[in-house]
């Protein structure tokens, strides 16, 4: 079989770096893609270091010329993609009667937006090919945080777009499901740590007591999780939210 080639966005730093190295380190050839290309760099090294396929592609999930640039290239230098991680993200955290309209419409903007522009633009290849893996980046935030309206309402946003894929791509061989993942240490939770004015040590360590499993998430987990929903064997498994949160959050 023809090596598979997966997309994973947001792929710079954090979630998105290690769902990419994972996928590269189960046989998959990868694209790399955050807003600036040149953030990729290590990501793309990490892979290629290790004897994977990978390259880096700039382009903000967003905007549909940048998105459909960046597949045109993907699948000029590595193949047509038939795995799609929707991963991008930004946070915009504000009490409602403070948010502002842009805080909504970007925080929206990437994560659905993103999310559609980029499964739009690589459905084809799965459809051609009667075989495709979407896995879209949820939050235990679309089941409510306070501070986080337009956040939530990504990620459950991110939950019924999932869930349409399925019914409408099954035919196709193509399965989309959704990870909801709890707290994940990484730049966005340090972020949030400073923020809410915490040391990130104190910050994970509040967090770990309240999770069942007593610890803190990390990208590998999440990216575990990943590697399992884009696998062959997993063409069964289509429309659903795993919760990766130490512990039942849905
Ligand atoms: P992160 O460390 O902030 O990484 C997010 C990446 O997305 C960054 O590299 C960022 O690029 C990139 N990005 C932002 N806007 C983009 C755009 N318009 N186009 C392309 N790339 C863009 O965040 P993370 O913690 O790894 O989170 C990854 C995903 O998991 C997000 O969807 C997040 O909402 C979700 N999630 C995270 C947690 C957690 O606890 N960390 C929990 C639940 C869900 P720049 O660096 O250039 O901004």
């Not at 590595?78 to 799609?84: E, R, W, Y």
């Not at 610890?215 to 064997?233: C, K, M, N, W, Y």
């Amino acid at each position: 079989m023809a090596e598979r080639v997966a997309v994973v966005s947001g792929a710079a730093r954090g979630i998105g770096a290690a769902v990419a190295k994972r996928l590269a380190s189960d046989g998959l050839a990868v694209g790399v893609l955050d807003l600036d290309a040149a953030s990729c760099a290590d990501t793309v090294s990490a892979i290629t270091d290790a004897g994977g396929n990978a390259v880096a592609l700039g382009a903000d999930v967003a905007n549909e010329e940048s998105v459909a640039a960046a597949v045109t290239q993907l699948e000029a230098e590595l193949g047509a993609p038939t795995i799609v991680v929707n991963n991008a993200g930004i946070l915009r955290d504000n009490l409602l009667f403070k948010m502002s309209v842009e805080d909504w419409d970007s925080v929206l903007g990437v994560h659905l937006r993103g999310a559609f522009l980029l499964t739009r633009a690589v459905q084809k290849y799965m459809v051609e090919q009667k075989f495709g893996r979407i896995v879209n980046m949820s939050s235990t935030s679309a089941l409510g945080n306070r501070g986080q309206a337009n956040y939530a309402a990504a990620k459950a946003g991110m939950q019924g777009f999932t869930k349409t894929l399925a019914f409408e791509l099954g035919k196709f061989g193509v399965t989309a499901n959704a990870i909801a993942p709890g707290f994940i240490v990484t730049d966005m939770t340090a972020a949030t740590a400073e923020r809410v004015g915490m040391p990130f040590d104190d910050f994970q360590k509040a967090n770990a007591a309240q999770i069942p499993v007593q610890r803190v998430g990390r990208p590998e987990d999440i990216a575990h999780t990943a590697s399992f929903l884009v696998s062959e064997g997993a063409g069964f498994v289509s429309g659903q939210v795993i919760y990766v949160a130490g512990g039942p959050r849905d």
